[in-house]
């Protein structure tokens, strides 16, 4: 024991020589109204005003915008005992209170509309130790000008008026019941942690606590922490001519005030570092059929501190880049562990700002003790054996891969480098990407054994577990969990095989092809070529520069394959078979690699990879997103998953049992629009929630697996698109190669044609309730305005149809929320509910959730914003700023738009529309088109659908 004990101590010394002296700080000097600019001239100017107020401006090339964020360090860490949700709470009243400029003002106001502000662009969130007010703008000193005034209203300018929190409180409600209310587990995490961390405030009735709260503490918050030597403010992106944009911040936010604050986090640091071991044990509220699926969320905490913590002391960015290295160490493991079928537990590690590694468990009913000790299996082994050379150099690749992806001239990787540094005192570097590969490189074995040693320990300090009253687990002591924790033994968990030995055995299933034969086909897109191979089936290639998108792919490959015949193919009580089918077979995997082979094999082989079969009532096929450094695998891939899928038992029972509780998390939701689509008697919906859930159980394997190979065994009905960057030579021949040898069986389906569309509106009762199979404590409420479908419907249609969507957006979201001294719902969802194309009628759905006793009134003050808008009484500005807002400012589709356009093109006969075409008839049109259009959509009465939820059901 004591050689034990001095190994560990040697190890300490070894990672902290390794580390003294290198922390690399940005010094904050106490400029009184200068600028400081940090060290290398590629770093963040940073200035302090004589009142405490600070900035940093950081211009970047990447944009064609300016991201600004005024940080408020004060989030729930700072919330004292009678003032739970106040910083949350906050966060809602400055959007509404400011004297000069507000959020009411967003949607229909000369500010705003001739700065050419996007209402969208506004978005604010309450961390644990600030509140952050982001806000993008064009590149024009009107937009910069209201936005500097939006936030100088937030430090100096509020009025607290007492309709103002009034009017909050539904919102803020709807929010929290929008986002799982008291069953969410974020929400329950919070409150265990706020138990660990010494807080006693916590309402029992989260709903009655909102609507009582009084002005008093709300005001006492404000006063003690918007302050501006508390607050900075970020400006990233086009910034242009910096000084005359300092002299611009000093102007507008150089006002005194006095401050007395101290920051509770270190008090939070110290508090617990010297609190006893806990066990906590905290009720969720109970979720329908959870005696068929149940779920134990399990947390451990293993303390960083001990004693009196030196809050002198300064974080360095070696001790942050260890710190994450462990989490990804660990949660790797954790993915080992579950990397068997018929083991439903999960873990992920994580460090908390109280000075914890938490590890997260959520664990199936009846598999609870295992979850905990496979877990605790992984940190012992990693305590008593370290890490091997090989995982190392593992770490060190993954590493060196994150950090050439790293965008430094990114606004995003500016903007949350700075928030890291003004909240946690992180340092601010400018060379992050040499400073890290010189770390990775003079890392060793040896360093991270010593810090796995400090934080992983064999008994967690703290314990708690999340469930309903309902499960077993609730009626655990203590020292029950605490004992299956002693018992876990150590052990090596051996990772999958090489991705070279699965990429051989993969290979071992195809085989030796021939390029076939194929012909050439005409095709009314510009740039784009279309064949027909041998085998029938044909490809369309749209290859070129596409546009950036928020999922990265735009040096990706992205390829639809589809065939018109789906479950309709089937008798209707085969339908949950073949619709299961393609989940059932990604679950098995293809070629004799199960699923989680196949995971590793992608991602060893392949960047942003996705595949995806699918089986709709009127179509089947697969959606693949892969990168181009690899395709022949992409196209094996796509190969085995059309002709060798596999058929694995223990795969099925996997399956079944996971969706079971997939489908449980949305089953409100889904069983509404259920009832819903059936009413409107919507031939392509396919049913979620109850019966999908009842489908699930009543799925076989065998009938699921014959209905996809007969969809998918004969290749002549399918048609390929493939978008993006590529070399069509390339692409082609591996097309002939492969697809080209798919079989042909020429077989004769007797399968529907997609059903005609509707002259007549169905004829169901225009208001109608549902029961919700769980519970919450909001009403939800759906609107539908609905039409048939013009034969003339083409793609300008579809543009004033989303026209209307956004005005309806923005004026719904303006009267019923901002306007409104009584109350209104947090969001308005403004769209077409249909989930199939082609669309089966014209619909506009408006859904929001709501109080019981404010439905009645909310549901006709958006029939009257409706009726506003259909009889002309938009205003022109209104109107300007919408198509403002609305036009495409980039002049090429996105690779998913692309691919979107060649299947309206092959399957439905839409013509190809180009964005200058799209451009052009935006700018000619006028707001007479739009008020006619929205007058024949929604001049009849809406279908008014209700959602009950059990504790108010009559």
């Not at 010394?13 to 001239?41: H, R, W």
């Not at 510009?526 to 029938?536: D, I, R, T």
């Not at 969001?827 to 006793?853: C, S």
Request: proline letters at 4%; charged letters at 25%; hydrophobic letters at 35%.
């Amino acid at each position: 024991m004591i050689i034990m004990y001095l190994k560990k101590i040697l190890l300490l010394c070894l990672y902290l020589s390794f580390f003294i002296g290198k922390a690399q700080t940005v010094v904050q000097k106490d400029l009184k109204d200068n600028k400081e600019i940090m060290p290398e001239d590629h770093l963040p100017i940073n200035g302090v005003l004589k009142n405490g107020f600070s900035y940093y401006l950081k211009p970047t090339c990447k944009t064609d915008q300016i991201e600004l964020n005024l940080i408020v360090k004060a989030g729930s860490n700072q919330e004292k005992e009678n003032q739970f949700a106040m910083a949350h709470f906050m966060e809602h009243m400055v959007l509404k209170a400011g004297k000069h400029i507000n959020l009411k003002m967003r949607y229909e106001s000369d500010i705003f509309r001739e700065a050419k502000i996007n209402p969208k662009s506004f978005t604010a969130k309450t961390e644990l130790s600030y509140t952050s007010f982001k806000v993008t703008i064009p590149n024009n000193p009107k937009a910069l000008s209201a936005i500097f005034l939006f936030y100088s209203d937030i430090l100096y300018d509020l009025e607290f008026k007492q309709e103002y929190i009034n009017s909050e409180r539904s919102p803020f409600i709807d929010e929290h019941d929008r986002k799982g209310s008291g069953t969410s587990t974020a929400y329950l995490d919070d409150i265990v942690e706020r138990k660990l961390k010494g807080s006693s405030s916590i309402p029992e009735d989260f709903n009655e606590y909102i609507w009582n709260i009084d002005r008093e503490p709300l005001i006492d918050f404000y006063n003690e922490w918007y302050l501006p030597e508390n607050t900075s403010l970020i400006i990233t992106g086009n910034i242009g001519d910096i000084s005359q944009l300092e002299t611009k911040i000093k102007h507008r936010f150089s006002r005194d005030s006095e401050n007395n604050i101290t920051s509770k986090t270190d008090e939070i640091k110290n508090f617990y570092a010297s609190s006893p071991s806990c066990f906590i044990k905290q009720e969720r509220k109970e979720l329908v059929s959870e005696a068929k699926v149940q779920e134990v969320y399990w947390r451990l905490y293993f303390k960083e501190f001990e004693g009196n913590i030196d809050t002198n002391k300064k974080v360095t960015l070696e001790e942050i880049w260890l710190k994450s290295i462990v989490v990804q160490l660990l949660n790797t493991h954790f993915q080992n562990i579950s990397e068997q079928y018929n083991t439903h537990y999960f873990a992920h590690a994580g460090f908390k700002e109280f000075g914890a590694l938490k590890i997260s468990i959520g664990a199936p009913r009846g598999q609870n003790k295992k979850a905990i000790q496979a877990v605790m299996q992984v940190i012992n082994d990693l305590n008593k054996n370290g890490i091997t050379n090989e995982e190392m150099n593992r770490i060190k690749e993954e590493e060196y891969a994150k950090l050439n992806q790293l965008s430094l001239q990114s606004s995003s990787y500016w903007s949350q480098k700075i928030i890291n540094h003004i909240v946690d005192q992180e340092p601010l570097i400018a060379d992050e990407i040499p400073k890290k590969q010189n770390f990775l490189k003079k890392l060793k074995v040896i360093h991270l054994d010593s810090i796995l040693g400090k934080y992983l320990k064999s008994m967690p300090e703290d314990i708690s577990l999340i469930t309903s009253n309902a499960n077993p687990a609730m009626k655990l002591k203590e020292s029950t969990v605490r004992n299956w924790i002693r018992k876990s033994k150590t052990e090596f968990y051996a990772p999958l095989a090489s991705s070279q030995l699965l990429k051989t055995r993969l290979q071992q299933k195809i085989p030796d092809f021939k390029l076939v034969d194929y012909k050439k086909i005409m095709v009314n897109i510009p740039n784009a070529e279309s064949y027909e191979l041998k085998n029938g089936i044909k490809i369309l290639f749209k290859s070129g520069d596409v546009a950036p998108s928020v999922y990265g792919d735009e040096n990706n490959l992205r390829i639809q394959g589809y065939s018109s015949e789906g479950a309709k193919c089937f008798s209707s009580k085969n339908f949950y078979n073949v619709i299961n089918a393609p989940d059932i077979i990604k679950n098995s995997g293809v070629g004799d690699l199960n699923k989680f082979e196949l995971k590793k094999l992608v991602k060893d082989e392949l960047d942003k990879f996705m595949i995806h079969p699918y089986i709709n009532p009127y179509e089947s096929g697969l959606h693949v997103n892969t990168s181009l450094e690899n395709l022949e695998l992409t196209f094996q891939l796509i190969y085995l998953y059309f002709t060798d899928p596999n058929k694995n038992y223990d795969a099925f029972h996997d399956w079944k049992d996971g969706a079971s509780f997939r489908n449980l998390n949305r089953i409100n939701q889904d069983d509404f629009l259920n009832q819903i689509k059936e009413n409107l008697q919507d031939p392509y919906y396919v049913p979620q929630g109850s019966k999908l859930l009842e489908g699930i159980y009543q799925t076989e394997l065998a009938s699921a697996y014959q209905s996809y190979h007969q969809l998918f065994a004969d290749a002549s009905n399918f048609t390929f698109l493939f978008s993006g960057n590529f070399d069509e030579q390339t692409v082609l021949k591996l097309c002939r190669k492969y697809l080209g040898n798919l079989p042909n069986l020429n077989s004769k389906n007797n399968c529907p044609k997609l059903p005609k569309k509707p002259i007549h509106k169905p004829k169901v009762s225009e208001e109608q309730e549902y029961s919700a199979s769980g519970k919450s404590d909001y009403i939800r409420f759906k609107l539908s305005y609905l039409t048939p479908i013009n034969e003339n419907n083409d793609w300008k249609d579809q543009i004033k149809r989303d026209i209307i969507y956004r005005i309806l957006d923005y004026s719904l979201m303006k009267s019923l929320r901002f306007d409104s001294d009584k109350g209104g719902p947090y969001g308005i969802g403004v769209g077409n509910y249909q989930t199939h194309q082609p669309d089966y009628y014209n619909e506009i759905t408006i859904d929001f959730g709501a109080r019981p006793e404010d439905g009645e009134r909310l549901i006709n003050e958006a029939k009257d914003v409706v009726k506003s808008l259909i009889d002309g009484n938009l205003s022109k500005g209104f109107f300007d700023m919408t198509i403002t807002n609305f036009k495409a400012k980039k002049n090429k589709y996105t690779n998913k738009e692309i691919l979107k356009n060649l299947y309206e093109y092959t399957k439905y006969g839409k013509p190809w529309v180009t964005i200058e075409e799209k451009q052009e008839y935006l700018e000619s049109l006028t707001y007479d088109e739009v008020i006619v259009y929205a007058h024949q959509l929604m001049n009849e009465k809406p279908y008014v659908f209700k959602w009950i939820p059990k504790p108010l059901i009559k």
